[in-house]
């Protein structure tokens, strides 16, 4: 007998691209300052889809956006890293 995880939506599964929100795709942009203004962005749409849902329910979900969000997150440091030079040794992403 096979047991279910309860932490699964049978009723609505939606994947965490579609909770983003799709204003922000991805961009090429030639200023460090519009892609660290993207991706901070990016963060922010991702923080309130992750707001919406609750762990019962969609676990999965949630799983998926803290994923994204550590990986936005990594790559607007590499972006201060890149725009600041070699003084960023002390950097705080929020």
Do not use: W
């Amino acid at each position: 007998m096979k047991q279910q995880h309860s932490s699964i939506s049978k009723f609505n599964p939606v994947s965490p691209k579609e909770l983003a929100s799709e204003s922000f795709q991805m961009i090429l942009a030639d200023s460090v300052e519009v892609m660290e203004y993207y991706y901070r962005g990016k963060v922010q749409e991702l923080e309130q889809s992750l707001s919406r849902l609750n762990i019962l329910e969609h676990a999965r979900e949630i799983s998926g956006l803290c994923k994204e969000i550590v990986r936005t997150k990594e790559v607007i440091q590499k972006i201060i890293i890149k725009k600041g030079g070699s003084n960023t040794s002390h950097i705080s992403i929020k």
